[in-house]
C-alpha cells in the first residue's frame, strides 16, 4: 500500500500496486510480512501532520514476519527466523547520544515506514541489528502491537517514573494505552484509564484498572504518575491538574497540537511534564521479555491489506477497541 502524497484518510490515499520484492543490501534481512500494527504515527504520517520524508512510501512499522532472504555479510542463519521491526530502522552508533545509550535520539536516525519502507507490503528490509528474534509460535497478529505500541508504552511508564503500589493514570485508551495497563498491573500499580470513548473505558477496566472515565473526570484519588497516549494537547493541563505533588506526566506522542496556556499552580509541587522520543533496542528487548513474563495479550483485530485505508479511518475515528492489524 503506497502513499504519493499525504492527504486526510476519508481522501483514501494509499494505493495498492504490484511492486518487485525489496533486496536487502549489506547487513540487512528481507522479511516476508505476516503481519503489519496500524499505528496512529502511520496516521501522522499519512495525512501529513509528519512531514514526508521521500516522494512515495510504504507505511507500516510493528512488523512481523519471516527472513526469507539475507544480504552481504549476513548469517545465513537468519533465514526462516520470525522477527520483529520496530519504528527505529537505524541509528548511527557514533554520536553521543548512541554512544551514551540514547539511540531514540540520535540526529542520523531512520524510521521504519517514514524514511524506508515499511510494513503494509508483501515483504520489507531491516538492518539485521535493528530486527527483534522473535519465538516461532507468536501468533503473528497479536504481536504486531508489541512491537511500537507495547515498546513506547513501556518507555513512557519508565520516563513517567511508575514503581510499585503507584496509582497511575492513562489518558486516551488506544492500543499502546492498553498495553500499558497490563504492565503496570504486573508492576503492582492501581490504574486509572480516561477515555471519551465508553467501549474504551469498559475494556480498561475489563483488563483490570480501578477506574475508568472520561478525561474531565475526577479520579477518585490523586495519580502518582501519568502517561497521555492522547494526541491532543488539551489533554495534558486535565493530567497534571490530577497529579499528586511529585508526580511525572509523559506525554507518549510523536505529533500532538498546541498544548494550552497553563496554570503554574498544576505544575507547582514538583511535578514534571516531559516528552517520550522513540525507543532504543534496549528497550524493545526488555519489553518483549516482559511481555512474554506476564504474558501480555494485545486485543487485535485482522484485516486485509487491501483495506489499509479503512483500518486508518477507524483509528482516525477512535473506533478501535485495542488494535488493528494488517495482514497480506
Not at 516522494?55 to 510493528?62: N, R, S, T, Y
Not at 541489528?129 to 503473528?140: C, E, I, R, S, W
Not at 486516551?172 to 492498553?178: M, T, V
Request: aromatic share 6%.
Amino acid at each position: 500500500m503506497v502513499l504519493r502524497r499525504p492527504a486526510p484518510v476519508d481522501r483514501r490515499p494509499l494505493a495498492l500496486e504490484d511492486r518487485p520484492d525489496p533486496q536487502p543490501g549489506p547487513g540487512a534481512l528481507r522479511v516476508r510480512v505476516l503481519a503489519c500494527g496500524v499505528c496512529r504515527t502511520d496516521l501522522h504520517v499519512v495525512e501529513g501532520e509528519l512531514p514526508p520524508h521521500r516522494e512515495e512510501l510504504v507505511p507500516g512499522h510493528q512488523v512481523v514476519g519471516v527472513v526469507d532472504r539475507v544480504g552481504p555479510g549476513v548469517d545465513p542463519s537468519w533465514v526462516g527466523r520470525r522477527v520483529g521491526i520496530a519504528w527505529l530502522h537505524e541509528a548511527c552508533g557514533r554520536c553521543r547520544y548512541c554512544q551514551t545509550g540514547r539511540e531514540n535520539l540520535c540526529p542520523a536516525a531512520r524510521f521504519t515506514g517514514w524514511d524506508v519502507d515499511g510494513g503494509y507490503a508483501e515483504a520489507a528490509v531491516v538492518p539485521a541489528a535493528f530486527a527483534y528474534p522473535l519465538p516461532d509460535g507468536l501468533d503473528p497478529v497479536g504481536a504486531a502491537p508489541l512491537l511500537c505500541a507495547g515498546i513506547i508504552g513501556y518507555r513512557s511508564l519508565r520516563l513517567a517514573g511508575v514503581e510499585s503500589g503507584m496509582r497511575v493514570g492513562l489518558f486516551g485508551f488506544g492500543a499502546s494505552a492498553h498495553l500499558a495497563l497490563q504492565v503496570a498491573r504486573h508492576w503492582g500499580c492501581e490504574v486509572y484509564a480516561f477515555s471519551r470513548r465508553r467501549s474504551h473505558q469498559e475494556l480498561a477496566l475489563a483488563l483490570g484498572a480501578r477506574w475508568a472515565g472520561p478525561p474531565d473526570a475526577e479520579p477518585p484519588e490523586a495519580l502518582d504518575a501519568a502517561v497521555s497516549f492522547a494526541p491532543v494537547g488539551a489533554v495534558v493541563p486535565l493530567a497534571l491538574r490530577r497529579l499528586a505533588p511529585g508526580g511525572t506526566l509523559a506525554i507518549n506522542a510523536v505529533h500532538l497540537d498546541r498544548i494550552p496556556e497553563l496554570d503554574y499552580g498544576w505544575l507547582y509541587g514538583e511535578r514534571t511534564l516531559r516528552s517520550v522520543t522513540n525507543a532504543t533496542r534496549e528497550d524493545g528487548a526488555a519489553f518483549l521479555r516482559l511481555a512474554a513474563e506476564v504474558p501480555l495479550r494485545a486485543r487485535a483485530e485482522a484485516v486485509p491489506l487491501a483495506e489499509a485505508n479503512e483500518a486508518l479511518q477507524r483509528l482516525a475515528r477512535s473506533e478501535v477497541d485495542g488494535a488493528l492489524v494488517l495482514v497480506p
